[in-house]
């Protein structure tokens, strides 16, 4: 199915200028470098910058899904249905609204950061200092779509599998400096020894 025909997709609100937060009042902002490794957004880390008469469809409420269109790698990420308040979105940020209906938004955000489609995306990819997908393109990225109770038994294993990635990884962590500890300890023990009385 393509991503045109189960979404509504517009890029983000383009700034004139340089955005400057304030100190009071304004919107939270959400922009490329709020992002994590992970594709994570930290709302209480936004920004709020004084946006007047910013249109609604710049702004996300929860559910919607947000795509990298500029740089490497070009991923999607959901918008947590917990926020707070409204968020704008900034350029080159694009917002993907979801027909619920059709489609759970965090299976969007899945089936666009798997490889196969961010090989299709790549290969449509525009620049060459900084890559570019453009909004046709985006409109255009099948995915395969299942019923909605397929979809959200896909997000749930992922998440499974994302909080194992996440404990192996800090097992590892954690293993490698006890590793260096029992080392270390070793070292010193033996350089004890070896001296003389």
Known sequence: MRLGD???????????????PTATGGVPV????D???????????LKRHDLNGLA??????????????????????????????????ILPLVIMRP?????????????INQPDAQR???????GTNMRM???????RLE??????????????????????RDLLHDLADRRHRLHELILSECAQRASQEGQPQ
């Open 120 to 126: 299709r995306l790549a290969a449509e990819a525009q």
């Open 133 to 139: 997908i453009p909004k046709p393109v985006l409109e």
């Open 35 to 45: 992002i994590d490794g992970h594709g994570e957004i930290s709302e209480a880390g």
């Open 143 to 164: 995915i395969a779509l299942p019923d909605l109770a397929t979809q959200r038994r896909i997000v749930a294993v992922e998440v499974l599998v994302r909080q194992e």
């Open 30 to 33: 959400i922009q490329l470098r």
């Open 6 to 20: 189960i979404c509504d997709i517009h890029s983000g609100y383009t700034a004139r200028s340089r955005l400057e």
């Open 56 to 89: 609604d469809r710049y702004l996300v409420r929860g559910g919607e899904v947000v795509f990298k269109s500029r740089g490497e790698p070009n991923t999607a990420m959901v918008i947590g249905t917990d926020m707070q308040e409204p968020a704008a979105v």
């Open 99 to 111: 027909d619920r209906e059709r489609v759970v938004p965090a299976y969007l955000a899945w089936a």
